[in-house]
C-alpha cells in the first residue's frame, strides 16, 4: 500500500470517527433535552398561591378544609401557635382570625382543622409548656393536652373559650400526647355529625393509638380509648405507632390508618367509634422516617381517603423502595379487605435519584378524583431543592398525572442549618376545586446569620432568627372544574 493510500484510509476513518462522535454528542444532547422537558410539569389548571404569613417565623405542620355546606368558606391551620387563615370567596382572598392559640399553655401546634356536618370550623391541637426529650417525647415530659376551638361561622371569628379533650399535670411519668388528627362525619349516615380525634400516646416505655368521639358537636368527648393492637415502641424515628388518619364513609363507617414500623395498619367502626375491629397490617412500606438531603426531620406517614359514591378507599405514604423517597398509593374497592399493588404518584423515572415527600391526600367527594400533594425534587439534579407538585387520578387511582402547583424552587437549608418543615401538609377537594396548604422556606436577606440564643431567647433575638431561618405558609388553589 502506498503512503499516499495510507493516508487517504487514514483520513476516511478519522472522518468516520470524527462523524461518529458527532453523533453521540447529537444524541446526548437530544437525551438531555428530552430528560429536561420531563422535569418539567405543566402546571395546575387555574393555579394560584397566596402566602398567608408574608413575614417568616416558625410557621409548620399545615391542615386545610373546605365548607360543603358552603364551598366559599375554606379554612388553613397552621403552628406555632395554633393559627387559622380563612378565605370566603374560595380561597381567592384570605384572612388571619385571631384568639385561636391556646391561653393555657406556652406552646400550641399539631393542628388539624374540619368542618363538622353543620357547617361548623373545628380547630384540634396539641398544647404544653415545653418538650420532652427529642424522639422520646414521653422522657421528662411536661404537663400537655389535646384542645378543640370551634368556629360558628366558617372561620372567620372563634369561641373565646377551648375545649379539653384530655390533660394532664406535670407530675413524674405523665404521657405525652402528640399528633391529633381530627376527622368529621358529614355523611347522611346514622353518624353523621360525630366528631372523632386519633393521636399518639407517648410514655416511658411504648406508644399507642388513643380516640376519642364527640357527639354534640365538640362540646364534649368521650372517654378515650385504645385502638391499636399491642404498643409500639417508645420513640418516633421509627418503630413508634404514629400517624393517626381517618375518612368516614357514606354510610357512617370510619375507617382508619396509622404507621407501625415498615407497615400501613387498618381497622375501622360500624358504630361510631363506639369500638373497632382487630387492627391489621395491609401495605408493607420502608420506614416512615427516613433522611432527606437538607431536611432535618421527614416522614411518610400514611393517610386514607374514600370516594363516597364508589365506596373505593385510597391510601397514600411515602417510602424509599426505588432508593430515592417516592409517593405511593393502593385502592381497596371491597371496603379495606383487599388492596391494589402499590403504585407509584410520582410520574418521573424510578431509581432517578430525586425525593418526592411530605405527601398528603383528598378525595373528592363530588367527582370521586383523587389528589395528592407532596414536596418535588424531580427539577434538581442535586436533590436539594423542591417545587411543590400535585398528583391527580381520575381513575381511581390506577394513574396518576403530575402538575406542578409552584414554580420556584426553593431549598431548606441556608448557610450549613436546616429549617424545621414540620410532619405533614394538608389538601382539600370539592366540586373540581382543590385547596393545598404547605410550608415553605424563602430566601434568607443578605448579610451574616445572627446567633440563636439557646433556651428561651429574647424576642428581639427571635424575630432577627427568623428573618433567615424562619419559614412560612402558602395556600394552593387549582381548579380542575373550570378545565373540562
Not at 375 to 384: A, Q
Request: proline share 7%; hydrophobic share 35%.
Amino acid at each position: 500500500m502506498t503512503t499516499q493510500s495510507s493516508l487517504l484510509l487514514r483520513r476516511e476513518g478519522n472522518g468516520r470517527a470524527v462523524l461518529w462522535v458527532g453523533l453521540l454528542v447529537l444524541l446526548g444532547l437530544l437525551l438531555l433535552a428530552s430528560r429536561g422537558r420531563a422535569q418539567t410539569l405543566e402546571p395546575a389548571p387555574g393555579a394560584a398561591v397566596t402566602t398567608v404569613t408574608p413575614d417568616p417565623g416558625f410557621f409548620t405542620e399545615p391542615s386545610i378544609a373546605v365548607n360543603p355546606r358552603d364551598p366559599q368558606q375554606v379554612v388553613a391551620a397552621y403552628q406555632d401557635n395554633a393559627h387559622i387563615a380563612y378565605s370566603l370567596d374560595a380561597g381567592r382572598h384570605w384572612q388571619l382570625a385571631t384568639g385561636t392559640a391556646s391561653t393555657r399553655y406556652r406552646v400550641s401546634g399539631d393542628v388539624s382543622v374540619v368542618y363538622d356536618a353543620r357547617g361548623h370550623a373545628i380547630l384540634c391541637y396539641m398544647a404544653f409548656d415545653k418538650l420532652g426529650t427529642f424522639g422520646y417525647w414521653g422522657h421528662n415530659s411536661s404537663r400537655n393536652g389535646l384542645y378543640v376551638r370551634r368556629s360558628l361561622d366558617g372561620g372567620k371569628t372563634w369561641e373565646k373559650d377551648d375545649i379539653s379533650v384530655i390533660h394532664h399535670p406535670t407530675e413524674p411519668g405523665v404521657p405525652w400526647e402528640d399528633k391529633p388528627y381530627i376527622v368529621a362525619d358529614d355523611s347522611h349516615g346514622p353518624s353523621a355529625g360525630n366528631l372523632y380525634i386519633g393521636w399518639t400516646r407517648w410514655t416511658l416505655t411504648g406508644s399507642l393509638i388513643m380516640f376519642t368521639r364527640s357527639t354534640d358537636g365538640g362540646a364534649t368527648w368521650s372517654q378515650p380509648i385504645e385502638i391499636d393492637d399491642g404498643p409500639g415502641l417508645p420513640r418516633d424515628d421509627n418503630g413508634g405507632l404514629e400517624g393517626f388518619d381517618g375518612a368516614v364513609g357514606p354510610r357512617s363507617t370510619l375507617y382508619v390508618v396509622w404507621n407501625n414500623g415498615t407497615h400501613v395498619v387498618f381497622t375501622d367502626s360500624h358504630d361510631g367509634g363506639r369500638s373497632f375491629a382487630r387492627p391489621r397490617e395491609i401495605i408493607s412500606t420502608g420506614p416512615p422516617a427516613f433522611g432527606v438531603e437538607a431536611v432535618p426531620r421527614a416522614n411518610g406517614f400514611a393517610q386514607i381517603g374514600i370516594d363516597p359514591r364508589s365506596g373505593r378507599l385510597f391510601v397514600t405514604w411515602s417510602d424509599y423502595r426505588y432508593g430515592e423517597v417516592d409517593v405511593f398509593c393502593s385502592t381497596s374497592a371491597n371496603r379495606g379487605r383487599t388492596w391494589s399493588p402499590a403504585v407509584k404518584v410520582n410520574a418521573d423515572p424510578a431509581h432517578d435519584g430525586t425525593d418526592h415527600f411530605f405527601q398528603w391526600l383528598a378525595v373528592d367527594p363530588s367527582t370521586g378524583d383523587a389528589y395528592v400533594l407532596f414536596y418535588d425534587r424531580r427539577g434538581d439534579p442535586t436533590n436539594r431543592s423542591q417545587i411543590v407538585a400535585l398528583a391527580r387520578s381520575t381513575d381511581g387511582g390506577r394513574s396518576f398525572q403530575n402538575y406542578a402547583w409552584t414554580e420556584t424552587p426553593f431549598t431548606d437549608q441556608m448557610a450549613g442549618r436546616s429549617a424545621f418543615m414540620g410532619d405533614y401538609t394538608g389538601i382539600a377537594a370539592l366540586d373540581g376545586r382543590v385547596y393545598g396548604v404547605w410550608t415553605v422556606k424563602p430566601a434568607p436577606p443578605p448579610g451574616p446569620m445572627p446567633p440563636f440564643a439557646p433556651g428561651r431567647p429574647s424576642a428581639a433575638n427571635r424575630a432577627e432568627f427568623e428573618k433567615y431561618a424562619g419559614t412560612q405558609i402558602q395556600v394552593g388553589v387549582a381548579d380542575f372544574a373550570a378545565k373540562k
